[in-house]
């Protein structure tokens, strides 16, 4: 019995589905990202506030 499909022509389907699939995620990471104004600010001000949280010094705890 004859294969149903041959192996360049699966490799051109596999190929064709995953280009389109990085395409599409490409596309969606896109769309997620802040364009406005106001998102840009609200990020911006949402990540120097996480950066004012972590410059505090902790102090080390020794094991003996």
Known sequence: MSAL???A???LLWTAI???GLF????????ALPWSD???AQMDT????MGEITTER???R???
């Open 5 to 7: 499909i041959d192996p």
């Open 9 to 11: 022509t699966a490799d």
């Open 18 to 20: 995953m280009i389109g």
């Open 24 to 31: 599409g995620l490409s596309i969606m990471t896109l769309m």
């Open 38 to 40: 106001a998102e840009i």
């Open 46 to 49: 949402a990540f120097r506030s």
């Open 58 to 60: 902790a102090t080390a």
């Open 62 to 64: 020794s094991l003996s």
